[in-house]
């Protein structure tokens, strides 16, 4: 079965940084697509980044420049890097993969993110 385990987020002041990771097991995360969703507190869930099997990373606008998705296929790891961070930002992030053997969809817990000074 496939798991995963987010895991970095915490308070942070608007214009910091935060690291988000994603751990991944029964499956790998270099051969299929990896993404970050976050649903702010009576918002509906909001894509925010993915990175494609081969290595393509797209990004919803509001925030392209600011974040950085990256894998590390070694650790089974998927990373978001969010700088800049702003209050819009605060939210409970999750990770999701996407099986392209299976076409099935994996959703982690959720890690909070508040961006709050």
């Known amino acids: 079965q496939v798991q995963l385990v987010e895991s970095g987020g915490g308070l942070v002041q608007p214009g910091g940084s935060l690291r988000l990771s994603c751990a991944a097991s029964?499956?790998?995360?270099?051969?299929?697509?990896v993404g970050w969703y976050r649903q702010a507190p009576g918002k509906q869930r909001e894509w925010v980044a993915q990175?494609?099997?081969?290595?393509?990373?797209n990004y919803v606008d509001s925030v392209k420049g600011r974040f950085a998705i990256s894998r590390d296929n070694a650790k089974n790891t998927v990373d978001l890097q969010m700088n800049s961070l702003k209050p819009e930002d605060t939210a409970v992030y999750y990770c999701?993969?996407?099986?392209?053997?299976?076409?099935?969809?994996?959703w982690g817990q959720g890690t909070q993110v508040t961006v709050s000074s």
């Open positions: 029964g499956s790998s995360v270099g051969i299929n697509a």
């Open positions: 990175i494609s099997s081969v290595g393509t990373r």
């Open positions: 999701n993969l996407r099986a392209l053997s299976s076409s099935r969809v994996y």
